[in-house]
């Protein structure tokens, strides 16, 4: 019954900035998880959202761009 539940809403729950937030968790508990359940999938994840985060021009124009080093 959980199962299907979870499963249901999984695609719903288990997006990229979710699966980012998971895994820069500095609860001990979360990264001990972390540690055991990181996969490529999740990891191609990650990458995707810092993508998201570093697109020019800035989606707000009122805020300076950040250059990097």
Same mark, same amino acid.
Not at 23 to 49: F, H, T
């Given at each position: 019954?959980i199962?299907?539940s979870?499963?249901?809403?999984?695609?719903?729950? #288990?997006?990229?900035?979710a699966?980012?937030?998971? %895994?820069?968790?500095?609860? +001990?508990?979360?990264?001990?998880?972390?540690?055991l359940?990181?996969?490529?999938d999740?990891?191609?994840?990650? #990458?995707?959202?810092?993508?998201?985060?570093?697109? %020019?021009?800035?989606?707000? +124009?009122?805020?300076?761009?950040?250059?990097?080093?």
């Amino acid at each position: 019954m959980i199962k299907q539940s979870w499963m249901k809403r999984k695609q719903l729950l #288990e997006h990229d900035f979710a699966v980012t937030s998971w %895994a820069i968790s500095i609860l +001990p508990e979360i990264q001990y998880d972390i540690i055991l359940n990181i996969d490529g999938d999740k990891r191609v994840a990650i #990458e995707m959202v810092i993508a998201k985060l570093h697109v %020019a021009p800035n989606p707000n +124009p009122r805020l300076p761009m950040m250059r990097l080093l």
